[in-house]
């Protein structure tokens, strides 16, 4: 439940901002140039935060770091609607955005080392909980900003459930604590040159699992440098790509439809069937795929059903514009595949933390470039064919680097360990 309650934060600052955009600039005067910034802080400040996320949890340990982000979510959140302009509008949402890109590094660190025996099934819980994140703030800034008064009670009500849920998060730091009594940091990984264990970042003894409780100490402290495994690299770019065709999908699904003659309504009750198919996809995909060690079957379907919605928007795009979203939807599944696979390709929770750091740091990034990018393009043919065309081109890359990622094998494995000289903080440079 607390890791469901933390998933429910991480996108909520981003989903219900654009909803209530226009009253914002209204406002406060903001431009459209202001305007567009702030819809690319959420990627870059995921992908530049997330690659430094690895030597916070360090320092802090996982609880304590979740504990600082959903701080900062909270706090971020509640004073960007208390600010008088601008600026100040962008520092604080910012200051929300650097909470979530280290809780979205973090929690599937969480995730690994509690539920050890059942990664897939609860990647599926937590990244169903995201999608909900997605839709539910989404849906209701509008109501709640009309019902009390405006945008900024529309948008600083989400700071309420990123503040309650750091109650659970606070209870099992301080049990932990009290379990392990006065005495030297190290084992939250706060001494020079120390390593997160499976041990270290577990949760109390009353919720831990057995096997992690009995896992080999010598592969739990196992040093590896993530960054020179091509698995690692393979499964940034699987992760970027997905998450670029998403940020794609979101900002420009519905105008590609209505150019192809759908009414605005229409189009954007179909973007919002595209996106919430998230939901029960989330909680299939990553149950199905870690029963097996190999998941290529998974991303060969997806990418097929990616293929097929990009052919159908090209070629007759306002001929059956339902059945091309569904598709497109499906397609999106590459999100919760990508999820259970950073749990399942790493053995240790230093091996997650360091892989689900570089993964989403480096492939946040690559995600930013795709509405800017689709968009000029879109500008300089008055079309939408080239767009499209680029999209499906980039399932090129994307399909290879999901293969090698989804092919048997780990990150921090046997075939994977290191050098003995290595230097063991390594395991944190991602």
Do not use: C
């Not at 979510?73 to 890109?101: D, E, K, N």
Request: glycine share 12%; charged share 10%.
């Amino acid at each position: 439940m607390t890791l469901l309650l933390t998933a429910l934060n991480l996108r909520g600052a981003v989903s219900s901002v654009g909803p209530v955009l226009r009253d914002v600039q209204l406002d406060l005067g903001m431009s459209d140039s202001v305007a567009g910034v702030l819809t690319m802080l959420p990627a870059i400040a995921f992908g530049l935060v997330g690659l430094l996320t690895a030597r916070i949890g360090r320092r802090l340990g996982t609880e304590r770091a979740l504990i600082v982000a959903l701080a900062s979510i909270g706090v971020g959140l509640l004073v960007r609607v208390l600010v008088p302009g601008v600026g100040l509008l962008l520092v604080t949402s910012l200051l929300a955005l650097i909470g979530i890109a280290i809780a979205n590094v973090l929690v599937p660190v969480a995730v690994k080392s509690w539920f050890p025996e059942d990664v897939g099934k609860m990647t599926g819980w937590y990244s169903t909980a995201l999608t909900f994140g997605v839709a539910v703030p989404a849906a209701t800034t509008v109501p709640i900003a009309e019902a009390f008064g405006g945008w900024r009670v529309g948008l600083g009500v989400w700071a309420l459930p990123a503040l309650l849920a750091l109650l659970p998060w606070a209870l099992i730091a301080r049990s932990r604590r009290d379990r392990r009594g006065p005495g030297p940091r190290a084992a939250d990984g706060a001494g020079s040159g120390a390593s997160v264990t499976a041990a270290t970042a577990s949760p109390p003894a009353a919720t831990a699992s057995p096997s992690a409780a009995t896992a080999s100490p010598s592969a739990a402290t196992a040093p590896v440098a993530v960054h020179r495994q091509l698995r690692a690299w393979a499964l940034t770019v699987f992760f970027g790509l997905q998450a670029l065709e998403a940020y794609t999908t979101m900002g420009w699904l519905p105008a590609i439809l209505q150019d192809a003659g759908v009414a605005p309504t229409e189009a954007g009750v179909m973007l919002a069937v595209t996106m919430g198919l998230g939901a029960p996809i989330s909680l299939i995909i990553p149950r199905l795929a870690a029963r097996s060690p190999d998941q290529r079957p998974w991303v060969v379907g997806l990418t097929a059903m990616s293929v097929a919605a990009y052919v159908g928007l090209i070629v007759a795009p306002g001929s059956a514009p339902w059945v091309w979203s569904v598709l497109l939807g499906l397609g999106l599944g590459a999100f919760p595949l990508a999820l259970v696979l950073i749990g399942l390709r790493a053995e240790t929770s230093a091996g997650t933390v360091a892989l689900s750091s570089l993964v989403q740091g480096v492939g946040y990034l690559i995600a930013a470039a795709g509405p800017v990018t689709i968009g000029v393009l879109h500008e300089r043919t008055g079309g939408w064919v080239l767009p499209l065309l680029v999209l499906m081109g980039l399932l090129v890359p994307k399909f290879i680097a999901g293969l090698i990622a989804a092919a048997p094998g780990t990150v921090d494995g046997p075939r994977s360990e290191p050098d003995a000289d290595q230097d063991d903080d390594a395991v944190w440079n991602g």
